[in-house]
């Protein structure tokens, strides 16, 4: 039989108040006693009672997430790791999630229309650009929300992001090392947020060491095989063609591998790349052949993350106090390295 409130709270000697702020991550309690709780709730095999806390808090127990069939094609299995994460962090909780798919781009009446019915509690939302009508909307609506990503906004809103300027800048500069001079980046979706950032880091890097980013050398897309081939055969077949290529993705990736070996060349010999990996579990780096330098962040961790500063933003705490920018990890492997001798 699960273990009830009061029986944890007995285990920690601690009081059922401070157990149950603790589980629902108000802010007043520390984030040891937090640590130490979820620690113990996880090993005694506490389980809440999700009625219970729907009838004493008035929430209704799901957070949504609106998924637009036109933009989520530039997400493919990004999208799914993500929802992974969501649910693996909310299912501790009994919370569900709400997917709402929309046919047009025009999420905003979507939004209103959750808020009427009152079937989530808070909302998250996904793949930001600069001037996001989105934000604005909630927060006259009063819907809690949550970004993945940033925007640049006013309006006081919480956000989970990653340096995505700083794990390109870092890659460029990588390159730039090695002697390369000569560097292509195929981009994600122009017009979003952590692409404006991305594209950001590889310009400042070059004009940083005093080379002067050639625009016919920058390729923006979805992140598919098709998309990367087709930039890496443009990249490819300009002379002089570029040394190294920078991927948005490992799938993108894919495809710009496939245009280096149809063009007959070595991938990590005459053009190097370095990849971004949102680490699928079924798309490992290590195992291709040859190895795949990436910067590295895994959107499923991010995706628990979010699920987890949710709950939080629902315990009350501040949104302004809710912003986190994760680092990103270079890691260099066999597909990048010094540029063939003239």
């Known amino acids: 039989m699960p273990m009830g409130l009061k029986e944890l709270a007995r285990q920690l000697g601690l009081s059922q108040t401070t157990v149950s702020r603790a589980l629902n991550g108000y802010p007043e309690v520390s984030e040891a006693t937090r640590q130490r709780v979820n620690e113990a709730a996880g090993r005694l095999g506490y389980r809440p009672n999700a009625n219970a806390i729907r009838l004493a808090t008035g929430r209704v127990g799901a957070i949504g997430v ?35 798919p929309i046919d047009a781009d025009d999420e905003v009446p979507v939004y209103r229309r959750l808020a009427a019915s009152k079937r989530v509690d808070v909302v998250i939302l996904s793949a930001p650009t600069p001037s996001d009508a989105r934000i604005k909307t909630l927060a006259e609506l009063g819907m809690p ?3 993945h990503g940033r925007t640049e906004s006013r309006v006081p809103h919480a956000w989970l992001d990653i340096d995505n300027e700083g794990a390109f800048h870092r890659a460029t500069s990588h390159l730039l090392d090695l002697g390369h001079r000569r560097i292509a980046m195929v981009n994600g979706p122009a017009e979003q947020t952590f692409a404006i950032h991305r594209e950001k880091g590889f310009r400042d890097a070059l004009i940083e060491r005093g080379v002067m980013p050639d625009p016919r050398l920058i390729a923006s897309g979805r992140f598919t095989d098709e998309v990367g081939f087709r930039h890496a055969q443009n990249f490819l077949d300009q002379r002089p063609r570029p040394t190294a290529i920078l991927a948005g993705s490992m799938m993108t990736a894919l495809g ?27 798309l490992n780096a290590d195992n291709m052949v040859p190895s795949m330098s990436t910067t590295r962040s895994s959107i499923r961790a991010a995706g628990f993350r979010i699920g987890e500063l949710a709950l939080q933003l629902l315990a009350g705490k501040p949104v302004e106090t809710i912003h986190e920018l994760w680092p990103v990890e270079l890691v260099l492997r066999q597909s990048s390295g010094p540029p063939p001798a003239a």
């Open 66 to 100: 609106a998924l637009p069939l036109e933009r989520s094609l530039h997400f493919g299995p990004h999208t799914s790791e993500f929802l992974s994460g969501i649910g693996e962090r909310l299912a501790q909780d009994d919370i569900d999630i709400l997917v709402t």
């Open 145 to 147: 929300f949550i970004l």
């Open 256 to 282: 710009v591998f496939r245009a280096i070996r149809t063009s007959g060349l070595t991938l990590g010999k005459e053009v190097s790349m370095i990849a971004h990996d949102d680490v699928f579990p079924y």
